[in-house]
């Protein structure tokens, strides 16, 4: 009897499919490790720094704030919900990251994925209620939303917000903020 022929090229197809399904699958991996690192909060203070993930972790006794509102970078007004930044630097228990220790010399910068960085004074954290939100329209934000942290002012409460100042403080993609005296 004589052994059935298989083409040379049908080999080929399916070892290009199998080698396609490994990519998707690797690359699936690859993605949802990114995402999942992607949400990780650093906040340094003299030295110290502490991580957080707000997305999958919030704590409890972290209270959530919401504005819809307007941005110069989306098509229509929007919900988002996060902490207010005061609120967040008052919930760390580091001692030395503690709202209380703040001064009003004290700054706040905000550091983008992409390198982009702006800074807040003392006096903006609490006139301003600048919001690091972390949902739009209660799903979490992306990379590719501005995400996973978005600093946002309530730009449609107040007409200094839809200035070029907050616009150039709204830092998105943020994955570090740093205080300093």
């Not at 080698?19 to 995402?35: H, K, P, R, Y």
């Not at 819809?68 to 229509?76: G, L």
């Not at 992409?114 to 006096?123: K, V």
Request: aromatic share 12%; charged share 20%; hydrophobic share 45%.
């Amino acid at each position: 009897m004589m052994a059935a022929y298989t083409p040379l090229w049908t080999w080929h197809a399916a070892l290009r499919g199998l080698c396609g399904i490994l990519a998707i699958t690797v690359s699936g991996m690859f993605a949802a490790a990114q995402d999942a690192a992607a949400t990780v909060l650093k906040v340094e203070i003299g030295g110290k720094a502490v991580t957080l993930d707000l997305v999958s972790e919030l704590p409890p006794d972290l209270p959530l704030t919401s504005y819809w509102t307007n941005t110069v970078w989306t098509e229509e007004a929007n919900l988002y919900t996060g902490v207010l930044l005061r609120d967040l630097l008052h919930h760390l228990t580091v001692d030395s990251l503690r709202a209380d220790s703040m001064r009003v010399g004290t700054t706040v910068t905000f550091y983008g994925l992409d390198g982009y960085s702006a800074t807040l004074n003392y006096h903006m954290l609490h006139e301003d209620r600048p919001l690091v939100a972390f949902l739009r329209n209660d799903v979490p934000m992306s990379r590719r939303e501005k995400g996973p942290y978005w600093l946002i002012f309530d730009y449609d409460s107040d007409a200094r917000f839809r200035t070029e100042t907050y616009y150039a403080l709204s830092v998105w993609q943020i994955e570090r903020i740093v205080i300093a005296d």
